[in-house]
């Protein structure tokens, strides 16, 4: 095992509200900030930038995007004025030969990066590019993609993606966060089970989620899982896969966290 191989992280995000919260799940986000080793650069990978193509983020100064409406003025009021990398970018579109990689210059980060890294790394000193996730593309692509990227562990780079294993919100409980829907449980414990799972990406049970029985119902579309593929596609053979934290929130949204490494 290099000793200097950065974990992987795939984060239940939940709602922009965590930003200006304190609960177990921010403060869970917080602990990994502080007692993971420090990365030199981030990648991020979100639920929220969901394109035609793949593309990473390769400006200096990325933006902070607020992509929600509803929410107090504070939330809007906030920033995560992290430094970009171009650098990284370039590094990412060499790595990944295939698709072609679009520099982008205009996206920046959105809600499902910044959110969960100003509770990591609040200071905003560490450099964050983010990669889109190419909708038009199966699931075993992306846990493929999540192979690629595992080279940049071993050089500093830790992988925060950012998403829901369950993620419903029509069938969502807005105003109770009283008992998860049984098909929520069952996904989200089925996802749990086959976490340690290895293996080639056309056998992976969480490559074939859709085969579960509540698939559909737990992802009426599947931005908000994917994220998790590129987190297990990085894991090494002698890596271990933990929980660092999980729950059930408005009875249909997962927020269940996973670490490799």
Same mark, same amino acid.
């Given at each position: 095992m290099?000793p200097?191989?950065m974990p992987?992280?795939? %984060?239940?995000?939940?709602?922009?509200m !965590?930003? %200006?919260e304190? !609960?177990n799940?921010?403060? $869970?986000?917080?602990e990994?900030?502080?007692?993971?080793?420090?990365? &030199?650069?981030i990648l991020a #990978?979100? @639920?929220? *930038?969901? $394109?035609?193509?793949?593309a990473v983020?390769?400006?200096?100064n990325?933006r902070?995007?607020h992509d929600? /409406?509803g929410?107090?003025?504070a939330?809007?009021?906030?920033r995560?004025?992290a430094?970009?990398?171009?650098?990284?970018?370039q590094?990412i579109?060499?790595?990944?030969?295939?698709? =072609?990689?679009?520099?982008?210059?205009n *996206? /920046?980060?959105?809600?499902?990066s *910044?959110?969960?890294l100003?509770?990591m790394?609040?200071? @905003?000193?560490?450099?964050?590019v983010?990669?889109?996730?190419?909708? $038009?593309?199966?699931?075993?692509w992306?846990?493929? %993609?999540g &192979?690629?990227?595992?080279?940049?562990?071993e050089q500093?780079?830790m #992988?925060?993606?950012?998403?829901?294993?369950v993620h419903?919100?029509?069938?969502?409980?807005?105003?109770?966060?009283g008992?998860?829907?049984?098909?929520?449980? @069952?996904?989200? &414990?089925?996802?749990?089970?086959?976490?340690s799972? &290895?293996?080639?990406?056309?056998?992976?049970?969480?490559?074939?989620?859709m085969?579960?029985?509540d698939?559909v119902?737990?992802n009426?579309?599947?931005?908000?899982?994917?994220?998790?593929?590129?987190?297990?596609g990085?894991?090494?053979?002698?890596?271990a896969? $933990?929980?660092?934290? =999980?729950?059930i929130?408005?009875s249909?949204?997962?927020m269940?966290?996973?670490?490799?490494?």
């Open positions: 290099n200097l191989r992987a992280l795939f %984060l239940g995000h939940g709602s922009p !965590n930003v %200006l304190e !609960n799940y921010t403060r $869970t986000w917080r990994l900030g502080e007692k993971l080793p420090r990365p &030199q650069a #990978i979100s @639920a929220h *930038w969901y $394109t035609r193509g793949t983020t390769a400006m200096k990325p902070t995007i929600f /409406g929410f107090p003025q939330l809007f009021d906030t995560y004025a430094p970009g990398s171009p650098a990284l970018a590094k579109a060499e790595i990944l030969t295939s698709p =072609d990689v679009h520099l982008d210059h *996206w /920046g980060l959105d809600h499902g *910044w959110g969960v100003i509770k790394y609040p200071a @905003a000193d560490i450099p964050v983010q990669l889109s996730i190419d909708g $038009t593309q199966p699931a075993a992306h846990f493929q %993609l &192979q690629k990227l595992a080279t940049l562990r500093g780079v #992988i925060v993606a950012s998403g829901n294993v419903n919100l029509r069938m969502a409980r807005w105003q109770d966060d008992d998860a829907y049984p098909w929520a449980r @069952a996904f989200n &414990q089925y996802v749990r089970d086959n976490l799972w &290895q293996g080639s990406a056309a056998e992976h049970p969480l490559v074939n989620f085969q579960h029985q698939a119902l737990a009426p579309t599947p931005e908000h899982y994917l994220p998790l593929l590129y987190i297990l990085s894991r090494q053979p002698d890596e896969v $933990t929980v660092p934290v =999980d729950g929130v408005m249909a949204l997962s269940l966290s996973v670490q490799v490494g």
